[in-house]
């Protein structure tokens, strides 16, 4: 943190200082502290120069009648765990069940053990043997804390008597205090997904260390009702669309979640800090619009680790998604008058067989204010399993298109990525860059990638100037309310935040993008992804911002206000000359939008 040439600061000091403890905590020095360390300033330099001595005091105090010279160095001795801690309890428990496995000592005031001590040490890195390190006691805090299963964590180090090798020796004890086995939560959301404003609620049920594994098994009812564009309302574009609440969206989801890794192929060498998870996914979903009622079932198997304090992993090598389509008449006239009919293959019954990888890079640290970014890079590929198992078929042909249960499956890749650096003024400003973008490729059994994977602009979160689903793709003119979708997604932004009075925040800004197709599969004009023109297909707008800070979430308005709209004459694209007051898009949302 000191180095020569550097500016003179105070903030320099104490990093360093906070430096040299945690390392010399790491290394045994279990009695270290800051008070060791002073730094003496000489200032009597010319050119506003200053020379300056780093000083690490050795402990003065006296203990067992002599004089200690030097700073001790501990080991661990014996690591002690009690599974049913009460801090509230006027008399502690006489432990009824004692287990020594791997060197743990484990104790509960139960005839039988809540919980296996091969699934909790998975979560302790405080081991017999090794030297004291204040990391180890974080990495097992918050190991066990994230297993969901206890209200309260404790750890504390007594020191213990020397054994024959002279070294000096801590005990450990980790105190668990298991919280409920079951409990149930009601929770009220505003939602936002894809830019539609709504409210929600969640009913969940939770069954805690079911198998004495560490368990989590949730059920999960969701209920949801929006407000969006409705594609099939007989209104003329040029016309205000007031929006209404008229989609809802009901269903159940049940989740698993064992903390440890149960894929075969999973067994790599990852660090025991990674805390890995499985997790068995399954849930319905009911969705009822103007245009169309849509039933969702989706059943999903995989696991999440982290490889670093700032690096996590998500892989899901088996995930099955089932959607089923029942379009309403008028919304099936309406496509029939564009002349889109190859729109409607968008809406028909699919089934995907893919799996899926996410990386999440996010090097934010809480409560101090510093640059970072964030980095999100996914995955996705469907069909392939399903596909080879049709090659092998005697009368296989490479031109048919497939079926499972009369149902054709799609075969597809699809990466994508978002990217966003934040660059912190102060406490209060700071100022946001943001690129984003993703492709889908549909391939052998497929025309065309499913609904559910294709690509929008527009909206609370990328494009505020305009509705969701209502640019693109390209520089094709849409003219109607039919939601517009793409293979092909770029969007930028650029956010600047300030603070204006206590839970009051503002926010500038300025995005730009657009979607395209990749080829043409439908024959819109202007609408392909083209390297020399993209460019110029560039949706661009700008707005204000306020949002108002509530520490447990943030509530945001958005104003967005067209710059340039792709879909107008190539030489008649710049709309600001054209703003009126109701050219204004207003968003609202929860929490910031990216």
């Not at 959301?189 to 198998?211: D, V």
């Not at 689903?469 to 997604?489: C, H, M, V, W």
């Amino acid at each position: 943190m000191l180095k020569a040439g550097n500016n003179y600061s105070t903030t320099d000091f104490q990093n360093e200082r906070d430096r040299i403890t945690t390392l010399l905590r790491n290394r045994g020095y279990y009695d270290f502290s800051q008070a060791y360390i002073s730094f003496s300033v000489d200032t009597s330099l010319k050119s506003q120069q200053t020379d300056v001595y780093f000083v690490i005091k050795n402990p003065s105090q006296v203990a067992f009648g002599d004089t200690i010279p030097l700073h001790k160095v501990y080991r661990i001795n014996n690591v002690y765990i009690q599974t049913d801690y009460d801090p509230l309890a006027k008399n502690l428990k006489i432990p009824t069940d004692t287990v020594v496995y791997k060197n743990y000592h484990f104790t509960s005031s139960f005839k039988k053990m809540r919980f296996k001590p091969e699934a909790l040490l998975s979560r302790i890195f405080i081991e017999k043997g090794d030297l004291y390190k204040v990391n180890n006691a974080d990495y097992t805090y918050k190991g066990l804390a994230n297993l969901g299963l206890f209200r309260f964590v404790n750890i504390r180090y007594e020191p213990a008597e020397e054994d024959s090798t002279n070294y000096h020796l801590l005990n450990s004890f980790i105190s668990l205090s298991p919280s409920a086995k079951q409990d149930y939560k009601v929770e009220l959301e505003g939602t936002h997904n894809g830019g539609n404003f709504g409210i929600g609620g969640n009913l969940t049920y939770r069954n805690k260390n079911s198998f004495r594994s560490a368990e989590l098994i949730e059920l999960k009812i969701r209920a949801k009702i929006e407000s969006i564009p409705d594609f099939v309302d007989s209104t003329s574009a040029d016309q205000a669309r007031p929006l209404s609440l008229n989609t809802y969206e009901i269903g159940p989801e049940l989740n698993i979640r064992i903390p440890r890794l149960l894929w075969p192929l999973a067994k790599f060498n990852h660090s025991r800090s990674s805390n890995p998870v499985t997790n068995f996914t399954s849930y319905f979903n009911y969705q009822k619009r103007p245009e169309y009622t849509r039933n969702n079932l989706v059943f999903s198997s995989g696991f999440e680790f982290k490889e670093s304090k700032y690096k996590k992993h998500f892989v899901y090598p088996a995930e099955i998604n089932y959607s089923s389509f029942n379009l309403s008449q008028a919304f099936v006239n309406k496509l029939e008058a564009l002349n889109d009919i190859q729109l409607i293959l968008y809406y028909r019954n699919y089934l995907i067989s893919n799996g899926r990888y996410t990386f999440i890079y996010n090097s934010q640290e809480q409560n101090l204010y510093r640059d970072f970014v964030y980095f999100r890079f996914s995955f996705e590929i469907a069909g392939n399993s399903l596909r080879l198992i049709d090659k092998l078929r005697t009368n296989y042909d490479d031109n048919k298109t497939y079926q499972v249960l009369g149902i054709n499956y799609s075969q597809y890749i699809r990466p994508d990525f978002d990217f966003s650096y934040y660059q912190i003024f102060s406490s209060h400003t700071a100022l946001v860059y943001r690129l984003a973008a993703g492709i889908g490729v549909a391939y052998l059994n497929s025309d065309f990638i499913p609904y559910e994977k294709t690509f929008f602009a527009g909206g609370a979160n990328d494009l505020r100037a305009f509705r969701a689903r209502t640019i693109g793709p390209g520089s094709y003119a849409a003219n109607n309310f039919i939601e517009q979708l793409g293979d092909i997604k770029i969007n930028a932004n650029i956010e600047y935040r300030f603070d204006i009075f206590r839970i009051l925040e503002g926010a500038i800004f300025a995005d730009a993008g657009n979607i395209w197709l990749r080829d043409n599969f439908r024959e819109l004009p202007g609408s392909r992804f083209q390297p020399g023109t993209f460019l110029s297909e560039l949706a661009l707008g700008t707005g204000v911002g306020m949002r108002l800070d509530f520490t447990f979430f943030i509530f945001r308005v958005d104003a967005g206000i067209p710059l340039k709209d792709p879909g107008r004459a190539a030489d008649d694209r710049w709309v600001i000359n054209y703003l009126k007051l109701n050219s204004i898009n207003y968003n609202f949302g929860i929490g910031y939008p990216f």
